[in-house]
């Protein structure tokens, strides 16, 4: 058996029994694991999706990590803090122009140089020579995909199948029967698919449009892993689009919260908790059914979204009858 990586925590994460009204008349059973719980700086998803590149950049015994992200990135916050704590230097291309924002200043003071792409320069990040003169400025640097994807991303994630069966018999289950999580490239989703080899099936919540883009990332990366499709499914949980948030959304986050004693933010982990209740609700889980709902943490990226604005900035009852136009949905990207 192989030693226990380095990057990973060494304590069993959190399984945590999730009760809400809505799940009341359809015996079905769901539990969170708290990703969000792993590590003050390095929770969520982000490790796991990081902990190949880690390893991979360790063996090359490379200076630092290099990647790409926006202003709100967890992704990148996730890569600042892990070339803190592991003696990396680390240089993040963000999208946009410069901006002062939480995750901004957390950054610089992780040391992480940052080089502002605009947005052309940004969508430049697909083509093929790309990274050559960023490799080419910072030589001995490990790159790393956005949002820490491709295969190395994903068999990080599939470490997360492992993970999950730490806890379950002291949580009292001596199984579950399925997975369902927040996906936003597909790479998480992947890895858990990867790390089930079919053994449960995987729900992905759309946390923007494109399910063509997902579906063919996931299946990519499988390729790339040489497995096949072994079993998941994909639910629109995009609402008005990627980073959108919209009253409805809010106000569902802030009463789960309080119901599920569990913290959400609306990118990601709000959207997939309401699309798992959408479906709860159309009978699609039997009566049974035990569910693990996978908290990908993205916590950090709250401190961008002024979630009260968009309460506050919708219509009252008399809004229809009396003609006024709602507000459009607020956004803010995290990618």
Not at 16 to 23: A, E, G, K, V
Not at 180 to 204: D, I, K, N
Not at 249 to 256: E, G, I, N, T, W
Not at 273 to 293: H, I, T
Request: with cysteine; glycine share 14%.
């Amino acid at each position: 058996m192989a030693p226990p990586s380095p990057y990973l925590p060494g304590a069993p994460i959190r399984l945590q029994p999730l009760s809400f009204t809505w799940l009341d008349g359809h015996a079905i059973e769901l539990a969170a694991l708290r990703l969000d719980q792993v590590d003050p700086e390095l929770s969520g998803n982000k490790l796991f999706k990081l902990l190949h590149h880690l390893e991979a950049a360790a063996a090359a015994g490379a200076e630092g990590l290099i990647s790409l992200g926006g202003p709100h990135s967890n992704h990148l916050h996730a890569l600042a803090a892990a070339g803190r704590r592991f003696g990396l230097r680390t240089v993040g291309l963000l999208r946009g122009h410069p901006q002062d924002t939480p995750t901004v200043q957390d950054l610089l003071d992780c040391g992480m140089a940052l080089h502002w792409l605009g947005y052309g320069g940004y969508r430049e990040r697909y083509q093929p020579e790309f990274w050559a003169p960023w490799q080419a400025r910072y030589p001995g640097f490990h790159c790393v995909p956005e949002g820490g994807g491709g295969l190395l991303g994903a068999l990080g994630c599939a470490e997360l199948v492992a993970e999950l069966q730490q806890p379950l018999e002291a949580f009292g289950w001596g199984d579950y029967h399925g997975c369902w999580l927040a996906a936003g490239t597909g790479t998480t989703l992947a890895g858990l698919v990867l790390g089930e080899a079919g053994r449960h099936p995987v729900y992905g919540a759309l946390a923007g449009p494109g399910e063509h883009a997902v579906a063919a990332t996931v299946a990519t990366l499988l390729q790339q892993a040489g497995r096949d499709d072994t079993g998941y499914r994909l639910f629109d949980a995009s609402r008005r689009g990627f980073g959108r948030f919209d009253p409805e959304l809010v106000r569902f986050m802030r009463d789960a919260e309080r119901e599920g004693g569990m913290p959400l933010e609306p990118v990601y982990t709000a959207k997939a908790l309401m699309a798992l209740r959408e479906q709860v609700r159309a009978g699609f889980f039997a009566p049974g059914s035990r569910l693990v709902f996978v908290h990908t943490g993205g916590l950090q990226g709250l401190r961008g979204a002024n979630l009260d604005a968009i309460l506050q900035a919708e219509p009252g009852p008399g809004a229809a009858e009396t003609g006024r136009e709602k507000r459009p949905a607020a956004s803010r990207k995290q990618g």
